[in-house]
């Protein structure tokens, strides 16, 4: 069955930066457009970022453009999402699952994993 396990979040501060990766398993990994999306406290899950199966083209939020760079590694089923120059408006859950296509920004999958706390203080 389809599994996705996030990791790498953390408390930091304003202006900081944090790596995560999100490890799959149970579909063609490198067939599929992967995503990062993010839940904050009291709102609906948001899309970040997202990666081509390829790893060639990219597509972000405005919000982050510049700031977060999503990456892949095929050959160990990951996908990335370091963020840099980190602001309190980013501290959410963040999730990975595949996407309907790079600026979609809609998830492929109705699996979701435990996601990963990322909080920013100020």
């Known amino acids: 069955q389809v599994q996705l396990v996030e990791s790498g979040g953390g408390l930091v501060q304003a202006g900081g930066s944090l790596r995560l990766s999100c490890a799959a398993s149970?579909?063609?990994?490198?067939?599929?457009?992967m995503g990062w999306f993010r839940q904050a406290p009291g709102k609906e899950r948001e899309f970040v970022a997202a990666?081509?199966?390829?790893?060639?083209?990219?597509y972000y939020e405005d919000s982050v453009k510049g700031r977060f760079t999503i990456s892949r590694d095929n050959a160990k089923n990951t996908v990335n999402l370091q963020m840099n120059s980190l602001k309190p408006d980013d501290t959410a859950v963040y999730y990975c699952?595949?996407?309907?296509?790079?600026?979609?920004?809609?998830?492929?999958?109705?699996?979701w994993g435990q996601g990963t706390q990322v909080t920013v203080s100020s």
């Open positions: 990666i081509s199966y390829s790893g060639h083209s990219t």
């Open positions: 149970g579909f063609t990994f490198s067939t599929y457009d």
């Open positions: 699952n595949a996407v309907t296509g790079i600026t979609t920004m809609t998830s492929a999958l109705r699996s």
